[in-house]
């Protein structure tokens, strides 16, 4: 069971009572925009079911975290990371913040902490980051972070008919502590 805190907020492990919430970020044309397309409730609740499951770092699945605030419990959204090579111990990170919590600072925030966590945790050497080229947003949030771009990956992701173009960024364990 994961619970981080930070100033602001509580980072938790995903319950089945944040059934309503998660099913509300993910089907919201303004927060997938530049993720994915909405897929259906059935889909969503499928990969729900899946992160109510115990997590193991070496599992290759993602660990996903609820985002609330410390004072009122009030739904931010979900972030977390999944083991993406085992060579080099490195991570994904990923993050959904709902529109009415943007813009306040709790991605840039929520992610530290969880970030702060995987070193301690399970010594991740690196974290990368995608995001689509027109989604500034969450590139100022992993720039904030300390990440640093690493590439243009072109046309590496798919919405709907769209080829996406996206930045890739790169935090080493070794940038947190200089």
């Known amino acids: 069971m994961v619970e981080l805190y ?3 907020l509580v980072i938790r492990t995903i319950k089945k009572e944040d059934w309503a919430n998660v099913f509300a970020i993910n089907s919201d044309p303004s927060v997938l925009k530049y993720i994915r ?4 409730e059935e889909d969503i609740k499928t990969t729900f079911e899946q992160r109510l499951l115990p997590w193991d770092f070496q599992s290759g699945k993602w660990l996903t975290l609820v985002i609330e605030t410390v004072d009122t419990h009030e739904f931010v959204g979900l972030t977390g990371f999944i083991r993406d ?21 709790y991605g840039t925030e ?18 990368i980051g995608h995001c689509a080229v027109k989604n500034n947003a969450s590139a100022q949030v ?10 243009l990956l072109r046309e590496n992701h798919r919405i709907g008919d769209v080829k996406i173009d996206e ?5 080493l364990q070794s940038d947190i502590r200089s």
């Open 6 to 8: 930070t100033d602001r």
């Open 37 to 40: 397309e909405f897929t259906s």
């Open 85 to 105: 090579c085992e060579i080099m111990n490195r991570a994904e990170v990923g993050y959904l913040i709902t529109p009415s919590k943007q813009g306040f600072g």
């Open 110 to 127: 929520s992610l530290k902490a969880v970030i702060d966590w995987g070193i301690f945790q399970f010594n991740i050497e690196k974290f």
């Open 142 to 151: 992993m720039k904030k972070c300390g990440f640093i771009e690493e590439g």
């Open 167 to 171: 930045h890739v960024f790169g935090l």
